[in-house]
């Protein structure tokens, strides 16, 4: 979805209003909401909008980075500090916009990617091929059996190869893993 079309469909939705106090009000419930509570929105695809309370300049950009910053911050950090310093070393560089739409295609790619296997997969959990199998005959179950261990190798060589290549895409833009 390119910016534009995203940008209409957020003003058409939801808005979040911020307050001076830091607070943030959520005008479709009309109750004051957390940042955690923002992050719910965003993983259910909920299009909204963060406005600042008194001067309607929208905020939703700096609220994102900071649920990015927590995210960072608790568990297990998707950026290495070298992969965030060539972000920033690409600000102000000739590169800049090259570079925040090479990542929004490449994210766009992997989440197309992510949908597409999710749809192949659906219904096909651990237990509905236990189940599957155990109403199977022996020969069967070997052959499925084999078939499933293999599928798991097949997307376990998949990521690796994922890995490489995102690997050696950064490597392209001088940042080192």
Do not use: C
């Amino acid at each position: 979805m390119d910016n534009k079309k995203f940008q209409e469909s957020v003003d058409s939705q939801r808005v979040i209003k911020k307050y001076p106090n830091r607070r943030l009000y959520d005008t479709q419930t009309s109750s004051y909401i957390t940042l955690s509570q923002v992050k719910q929105l965003v993983m259910k695809s909920q299009a909204f909008v963060v406005r600042d309370a008194k001067t309607g300049d929208d905020l939703t950009r700096s609220i994102l980075l900071q649920i990015i910053l927590e995210e960072e911050a608790a568990g297990s950090p998707m950026f290495t500090a070298p992969v965030l310093a060539s972000v920033i070393r690409f600000y102000g560089h000739a590169m800049q916009g090259l570079m925040g739409g090479y990542l929004e295609n490449n994210i766009q790619t992997l989440m197309d990617m992510q949908g597409s296997f999710s749809e192949q997969s659906k219904g096909f959990t651990p237990e509905a091929w236990t189940q599957f199998l155990s109403l199977q005959s022996p020969a069967l179950q070997d052959m499925l059996g084999g078939s499933l261990e293999q599928t798991r190798k097949m997307f376990e060589h998949m990521q690796e190869q994922l890995q490489q290549q995102t690997g050696q895409m950064f490597g392209a833009f001088g940042v080192k893993r």
